[in-house]
């Protein structure tokens, strides 16, 4: 409707002046009411290579990531039900396929697990948050995870239903803090100053985790 139209009105006058920056905004937006993220995200690419301060720009490259990042994943979650009836099967096959090892607790009835991952059913995996996210796959083959972050000097959490494996933490952490949270107040909680840990229970050790890295590269940490 009128939001194409006007992303058409916008293409042609990027067309005729490639650094229009006021006709680069409103495709971006328009792409963003159209929920066409990764367009959106383009078209501010786009603009602030000729303003990197539009502050426009800034937040809506920001909202774009967030929305592409989460909303894109809950509008394709699948489960392994849809795939295989035996889906505990499935589960430990995609696992042993990228060298992921999980722990669970064996219940009051079975006190042994046998074969460990051959138990394991990735879509009984379900987050106590009330989202009730669960590790599924997507239209491609990829796994998504819910992860929970923690700031513990701040008693604070933040918690992402579906984070792709090969996403780095770095592009998350761009997106959860293009803005300064209202409990920072003195400012530390920067995307290139944070130090990143994971916790192995059993174990009770912490484990540094490199920013850079992706979530399958962290899950496949030899400890």
């Not at 959106?40 to 800034?58: F, P, R």
């Not at 491609?140 to 780095?168: I, K, M």
């Amino acid at each position: 409707g009128n939001y194409r139209s006007a992303l058409n009105d916008a293409i042609q006058a990027k067309k005729l002046k490639p650094t229009h920056l006021k006709a680069i905004i409103r495709g971006a937006l328009c792409h963003m009411e159209l929920k066409n993220f990764s367009e959106a995200i383009a078209w501010c690419e786009e603009g602030l290579q000729i303003d990197s301060k539009e502050k426009k720009l800034v937040e809506m490259r920001a909202k774009a990531d967030k929305l592409k990042l989460e909303g894109t994943f809950l509008g394709i979650q699948t489960d392994f039900s849809t795939h295989c009836q035996g889906r505990a099967v499935l589960g430990a096959e995609v696992l042993c396929e990228r060298n992921i090892k999980l722990i669970q607790e064996p219940s009051d009835e079975e006190e042994e697990v046998s074969d460990g991952l051959a138990e394991i059913s990735l879509d009984g995996f379900h987050s106590d948050s009330a989202t009730g996210a669960k590790v599924h796959l997507d239209a491609d083959g990829n796994l998504n995870w819910p992860v929970l972050f923690l700031y513990p000097e701040h008693e604070q959490t933040d918690f992402t239903v579906a984070f792709h494996e090969n996403s780095r933490f770095i592009d998350h952490l761009m997106v959860m803090f293009a803005e300064l949270p209202p409990w920072d107040l003195e400012k530390k909680y920067l995307p290139n100053n944070l130090e990143l840990y994971f916790e192995d229970e059993e174990r009770e050790e912490m484990y540094e985790v490199n920013p850079e890295h992706t979530l399958l590269q962290v899950l496949q940490h030899k400890r």
